[in-house]
């Protein structure tokens, strides 16, 4: 299988060597994404509810980028600074998610010592294309 980098200006641009999204079969892959303004690559003001929408946002444009949905999201890991932070999140995350209808991704949820940018989340994705 030949993989391809993903790439939009609707999400923060990869600070190092690795891309916002791989393409790989049908499945497309996100690199962690964090509340960062696409525009300014800078840390959203806010708690873990605004935290969490600017990433899901940020995500829901990597995977658009690659010709998928967060509806076609099978696995999502979530790395949260303060697991105090769990239930703000998920329920920003229920709307994005899981929303009526559609079956959860599979999910993992850890507490990470510290962040890039110190964000209060970090989420990643795995996605099937054309599902």
Same mark, same amino acid.
């Given at each position: 299988? /030949?993989?391809?980098?993903?790439?939009?200006? /609707?999400?923060?641009?990869?600070?190092?060597?690795? /891309?916002?999204?791989?393409?790989?079969?049908?499945?497309?892959?996100?690199?962690?994404?964090?509340?960062?303004?696409?525009?300014?690559?800078?840390?959203? /003001?806010?708690?873990?509810?605004?935290?969490?929408?600017?990433?899901?946002?940020?995500?829901?444009?990597?995977?658009?980028?690659?010709?998928?949905?967060?509806?076609?999201?099978?696995?999502?890991?979530?790395?949260?600074?303060?697991?105090?932070?769990?239930?703000?999140?998920?329920?920003?995350?229920?709307?994005?998610?899981?929303?009526?209808?559609?079956?959860?991704?599979?999910?993992?949820?850890?507490?990470?010592?510290?962040?890039?940018?110190?964000?209060?989340?970090?989420?990643?994705?795995?996605?099937?294309?054309?599902?």
């Amino acid at each position: 299988m /030949s993989k391809t980098a993903v790439f939009t200006d /609707s999400a923060p641009k990869a600070v190092g060597p690795y /891309s916002q999204g791989v393409r790989c079969g049908n499945f497309v892959y996100t690199a962690g994404q964090a509340a960062l303004d696409p525009n300014t690559q800078q840390l959203i /003001s806010g708690g873990i509810t605004e935290q969490t929408r600017r990433t899901l946002e940020n995500l829901k444009a990597v995977l658009e980028a690659a010709g998928t949905t967060l509806d076609h999201v099978v696995k999502a890991n979530v790395y949260l600074k303060d697991m105090n932070d769990f239930a703000a999140m998920n329920a920003v995350y229920a709307e994005y998610l899981a929303p009526q209808g559609v079956v959860p991704p599979a999910r993992t949820t850890i507490e990470a010592a510290r962040l890039p940018k110190d964000a209060l989340v970090e989420i990643e994705l795995i996605a099937e294309i054309g599902g």
